[in-house]
């Protein structure tokens, strides 16, 4: 067994690995990518397209500027995201009356389908990667999550 020591920025093991928590959020980043990849094409949606059909069943009718923001992306990759939604029938996107430089977006019918499906697949990922996790760390890992969220925003 490899003995390991965590110090403020790194953790580093006596067989000479160094991890950096970088290395864990981007191995989970791909893992993740790759899981919602696989199991979202059936439904004809990308993993990275999901967030915005989650984020328009809370807040639909929400501005397409809204939804850059919520997912943090460029402005181009949500035109392309919607565009792709769009062309499918699972949203809508109209010119706002008040302002006619905005879209507002809206789920369909066939959306709102979509949604519960999508929470189906996050909830069985959930389920196998908080495998053996008691509720108290469940809880102390999503605060943990918050906290470390928090403290990246605006970098």
């Not at 993740?32 to 999901?50: C, V």
């Not at 919607?82 to 062309?87: A, F, G, Q, T």
């Amino acid at each position: 067994m490899v003995a390991c020591a965590t110090n403020d920025t790194m953790k580093t093991c006596d067989d000479g690995g160094v991890s950096f928590l970088s290395r864990y959020i981007s191995h989970l980043h791909m893992t993740i990518r790759s899981h919602l990849q696989r199991e979202l094409e059936s439904y004809g949606i990308g993993s990275g397209q999901y967030q915005f059909l989650l984020y328009l069943h809370r807040w639909d009718g929400c501005s397409q500027d809204e939804l850059t923001r919520f997912a943090m992306v460029d402005k181009a990759t949500t035109a392309r995201a919607v565009r792709k939604l769009e062309m499918k029938g699972f949203v809508t996107r109209r010119r706002d009356p008040g302002d006619r430089r905005r879209y507002i977006i809206s789920l369909t019918d066939k959306g709102h389908a979509l949604w519960s499906q999508i929470v189906n697949v996050l909830e069985r990922w959930n389920v196998r990667a908080l495998y053996g996790f008691d509720e108290a760390e469940r809880d102390q890992l999503f605060s943990l999550l918050e906290r470390l969220e928090m403290n990246m925003e605006g970098l």
